[in-house]
């Protein structure tokens, strides 16, 4: 076995430390979310998230809540139209101004997810996080991991189970 370049370069390759924790992490939550009948990526569930909560929102204003480029949002908005949990209302004052608000099937996934796959995966987050102290590198060590170790579906999934009078 090779060793992990990324984690052996320290501190030059954090930002792609960053970027593999963050999009295995969105692969968890997608294979959990899969599994309760949602066939989205991961970082749409933030999109419909910030909808949820502050909405309607422009193009722009989603692009600013959500610290990334304009052109992305326009992607995620597209996916999330498509699969018809979202859609544009036009403003009457200015043509030329379209905010984007929830469907009512978007409202009734939101709801699902805040009620049901959230918290779960809050929890399975906070289970990884707790207790790391030290340097940073040895941090994001250990987020790894208990990543290997457990990816954060199977952790939702355990608490889930556990949390759950029936099982």
Known sequence: MHDDLVR???YLTLGS????????????VQRL??????ELHGALWTMLG????????????LAQTL???QPGVTR????????GLVRPLRSKADQ??????????????????????WPRVERAVAEICDGLQGPLLD????????????????RAENRRKSNDPAS
């Open 8 to 10: 052996s370069y320290g």
């Open 17 to 28: 430390r960053f970027k593999r924790i963050g999009e295995r992490m969105q692969a968890d």
């Open 33 to 38: 979310t899969a599994s309760q009948g949602f």
């Open 50 to 61: 910030v909808i949820e909560r502050d909405g309607p929102l422009t193009v722009g204003e």
């Open 67 to 69: 610290g990334i480029a």
């Open 76 to 83: 995620s908005l597209a996916q999330l139209e498509a699969r």
């Open 96 to 117: 030329r101004v379209k905010r984007v608000a929830l469907t009512e099937q978007g409202r009734s996934v939101v709801d699902h997810a805040k009620r049901e796959i």
């Open 139 to 154: 941090q994001l060590a250990a987020i790894e991991d208990a990543l290997v170790k457990m990816p954060l579906d199977q």
